[in-house]
């Protein structure tokens, strides 16, 4: 069993920059595939990025994000990381880590299997 737990999430003007953590437990980090999730209100959620397992060699993001956002992986540690540049206000929601076993689907919220509680950013305009 994996436990995930997310930070680094606030209220921040358009613009800036934000990093969140994703630190996990109780698995071997190293052997998951890992991702990042966001969901607004009243919306579904939704892919932004995602790292491959072991080295992390291979990332995954979704369009909206492309260019702003970067997703890492430091197994050392046993965090992910999901660094944040130029936020906009349709950024806003509740950021949700998660990990799967494999190596398919980065994409699909389905097939993950770990879910961390959430980290709320807010972008103002």
């Known amino acids: 069993q994996v436990q995930l737990v997310e930070a680094g999430g606030g209220l921040v003007q358009a613009g800036v920059s934000l990093r969140l953590s994703c630190a996990a437990s109780?698995?071997?980090?190293?052997?998951?595939?890992m991702g990042w999730f966001r969901q607004a209100p009243g919306k579904e959620r939704e892919f932004v990025a995602a790292i491959s397992r072991g080295s992390g060699g291979m990332t995954y993001y979704a369009d909206s994000v492309k260019g702003r956002f970067t997703i890492s992986r430091d197994n050392a540690k046993n965090t992910m990381y999901l660094q944040m540049n130029s936020l906009k206000p349709e950024d806003t929601a509740a950021y949700y880590c998660a990990a799967k076993g494999g190596t398919f689907f980065p994409r699909e919220v389905l097939k993950y299997d770990y879910w961390g509680q959430g980290t709320q950013v807010t972008v103002s305009s």
């Open positions: 109780g698995g071997t980090f190293s052997s998951y595939l």
